[in-house]
């Protein structure tokens, strides 16, 4: 498992936008919303190429509509937490811990001894 810094997790923002985009227009070709893009790859390569590039960073992808990702994080308190993004959101700015989900995101920085994270 790769656990990723606040720092790493931002750097990556851009790629992640594209990943995100590329899986989100694969699902409305699918669905008949959009026409394929001109390129060599087909759109379900190309998505299926996406979703690799998470999976082998451990980035989840939870929602292809609102691009709800989480990268796992390590706490200097050895807890484990997700930084949280979706698309829209400018800046990676969010927390939470495995259990709490999206409705327990808090805003970064992640305090040991903040809301929910004890020690």
């Known amino acids: 498992m790769r656990y990723w810094t606040v720092e790493e997790a931002r750097a990556y923002l851009p790629r992640l936008k594209q990943l995100v985009e590329t899986v989100r227009h694969t699902e409305q070709v699918q669905a008949g919303k959009v026409g394929s893009r001109n390129g060599n790859a087909s759109p379900a390569a190309e998505a299926r190429d996406a979703v690799d ?3 082998a960073g451990d980035i989840i992808l939870r929602d292809t509509v609102t691009g ?3 990268f796992p994080a390590l ?3 050895g807890v484990v937490y997700y930084l949280c ?3 829209g959101e400018d800046e990676l700015s969010w927390w939470h811990l495995p259990e709490e989900g999206f409705p327990g995101r808090k805003p970064l ?3 040991p001894r903040g ?3 004890s020690l």
Do not use: K, M, N, V
Request: charged share 40%; proline share 11%.
């Open 85 to 87: 993004w979706r698309l």
């Open 53 to 55: 590039e998470l999976e």
């Open 109 to 111: 920085p992640r305090s």
């Open 68 to 70: 709800l990702s989480d």
């Open 75 to 77: 706490g200097e308190d």
């Open 115 to 117: 809301p929910g994270g």
